[in-house]
């Protein structure tokens, strides 16, 4: 049987070199190459299928559970849709070939007979139209009250409807997997932020038991999100393997990414602030409405309580209360994209406060500091927050905000991170043949892990860097693990890192005495392994200034952006800054440009990567990261910070758009097209 054998060299060293080996560069021996027939209807009857491997054959599905008016539904996603599909791109049936074109030729032995029935497309109807699927009594599969009610008549009440569009998260390597099956054990290697998700959910889905599912991370060209669990088309992958004794590649074109990937965002949120002529809060309102898509699977059942839970932010607030649904509609589901509810969250109540701003006339900055949190603070919707007052004034200062403010049109954001660090991490080091080797739960995607890896084994054995290793992320490697999203890693992953290295040196000491020294540890042989679960809160702040300007052709863009983030003990500075940099690319984009639009009838209109509206390099603001050290609990001190652009920048951004051409904005994308049109933009505004 075909297998795959790496070459373990330095992933840095291999990504400069060129070296990089991802999914659709394996190449095994007989492997054939599998194409997905999707529907063309966002929402239809299947009457028939015929050719291929189709939903008759494979009856696997994905468990996902919601909650509609008669409590928890079970909505089963299936890898092959038999009887019906509920959005264009839904698989329907597969096909096998000896390479990809081959495979996309044998499409046209597929026949499926579709009954076309009119889709839910728009989520604030989604209520009142008919259930998508037959047996649920609404289109309700989510719904949660955080906080208590109230009645207040404040002196000032602000209240505003904001939306954020939905998003492609568009990693530069699309999706995919290639499976091998030896007739006892499934071996999957896979772009992928947790091979430990993907093992459970195909064991899951294949009815195998967990040991019999091997899952090994091959290079992974960026996620955000969108690889953190499985797939109609890896289960679908998998079961070929099996049937066919071959190998079997599934590599997503770009239009597949498009149509049948995960999305993000899709929120609508109406917030309602009640505060005194000072600007003084004295209690907060919210509503979140979730277009969770045709399947609760990937977010769309637990997304709209954590983004409720969060809304309050940094801020002191005697009272809040929030109410939040998710809906299904005909679309791909909805899924975590950077950030994942929290940049919703701070767009939802950093907006809120600029109204509240404008209508005290108190200046935006001050505004946030009288109602920054003094001391460790529970809100009244759950949700801990850290002391933000002092933080908020050092941003200011490092801003230099009180000088500019008189003569620049500055938009402002404060916030809070919530790192997805509760779960815990694994962390696994081995001394062998001279060599530190390392295993962390979390896979890597382009964050550069083995560079902080290496910095903090070495600064715990006291060995050379150079003879440190971070192995590829493999279930067969280490224990067990939970992923790389949620700007966790570096603190749960570190952790698990340094407390590893810690109980191996430990061993090493107590078998050599006084013999012990680096030199004596790489001569031996040791292995130690942890689950890292932090006790203490890890939410940390941020601050963004953004500025905007007018070009010479008379379009809006915004022109800077300066960050405050507390990263903690930062374990690579350069790292940080090509992480922010990166995060606040993607912020800009969903400001100015990115959605993902349906028309009426559920058709993809921004079907190709031109249409998605990605940031091009002509429209990069001008950058200022700067980050504060206050150190965390963790033994190594750090704090998370990958989500933090994409949390602070939009609503800092959107307000300097604001202010620079005189309109409020409340819906994301701004959309030049529509400014051109309202006539904000052209020859009359220069």
Sequence with gaps: ???????????????????????????????????????????????????????????ATMESVGEDAGGRSRVPFPALSADRVNYVGQPVAAVLGADRYEAEDRADEVDVQYEALKPVMDPEKALQSEPIHPGMESNLVASAELGKDFRLDAPVEVEETLRMARVATNPLETRGAVVVYDGSVLTVYASSQSVFSWREGLAGALGLKADAVRVVQLDTGGAFGVKGGIYPEYVVAAYAAMK????????????????????????????????????????????????????????GAWTPRWIASQVVGPYAVPRAYATAKGVLTNKVNMGPYRGAGRPEAAFFMERAMDRLADATGVDAAELRLR????????????????????????????????????????????????????????????????????WIGGSTTGQGHATWVRTLVARELGVPAGSIELRRSDTGAISGGV???????????????????????????????????AAALLEGEYEAEVFFKPAAL?????????????????????????????????????????????GIAQAIGEVMYEQALY??????????????????????????????????????????????????????????????????FTDLPIAPERLWRSGLLGEETR
């Design 371 to 438: 109602n920054a949190t003094v001391r460790r603070t529970t809100s009244p919707l759950g949700t801990e927050a850290p002391p933000s007052k002092r933080f908020f004034a050092e941003a200011l200062e490092a801003f230099d905000y009180k000088r500019r403010k008189k003569g620049e049109k500055l938009g402002l954001s404060f916030f809070m991170l919530i790192p997805a660090a509760a779960a815990g991490e694994s962390g696994k080091v081995a001394v062998k043949g001279g060599k530190v080797l390392v």
């Design 599 to 664: 028309s009426e009838d559920g058709q993809m209109l921004t079907a190709t990567i031109a249409d998605a509206g990605l940031l091009h390099s002509t429209e990069m603001p001008r950058m200022k990261v700067m980050t504060s050290h206050h150190r965390s609990p963790l033994p190594h001190g750090a704090k998370g910070v990958g989500e933090s652009p994409t949390i602070g920048v939009p609503p800092a951004a959107t307000r300097a758009l604001e202010l620079l051409l005189g309109r409020k």
């Design 244 to 299: 066919t004794k071959k190998p079997v590649k599934w590599v997503e074109s770009r239009y597949e990414h498009q149509v049948a990937s995960n999305q993000g965002r899709g929120v609508r949120g109406k917030v309602k602030l009640y505060a005194d002529r000072k600007g003084k809060l004295m209690g907060v309102k919210a509503d979140i409405l979730v277009d969770s898509g045709a399947y609760p699977m990937g977010g």
């Design 483 to 517: 992923g790389s999203w949620g700007s966790r890693t570096a603190i749960v992953g570190g952790g698990a890192v340094v407390e590893a290295s810690r109980k191996l040196k430990a061993m090493a000491k107590k078998k050599l005495g006084r013999r012990y020294s």
């Design 538 to 582: 890890m939410n940390s702040l941020g601050a963004n200034l953004a500025t905007a300007r007018l070009t010479e052709d008379g379009n809006a863009l915004v022109d800077a952006v300066e960050t405050f983030y507390d990263v903690g003990v930062p374990l690579n500075p350069a790292m940080i800054e090509s992480q922010v940099a990166g």
């Design 1 to 59: 049987m075909a297998s795959a054998e790496f070459d373990e060299e330095d992933p840095e060293e291999r990504f400069v070199r060129g070296r990089g080996r991802y999914v659709d560069d394996l190449k095994l021996e007989g492997m054939l190459h599998l194409h997905v027939v999707r529907s063309p209807y966002a929402r239809a009857r299947v009457l028939s299928v015929s050719g291929g491997i189709t939903g008759k054959e494979l009856k």
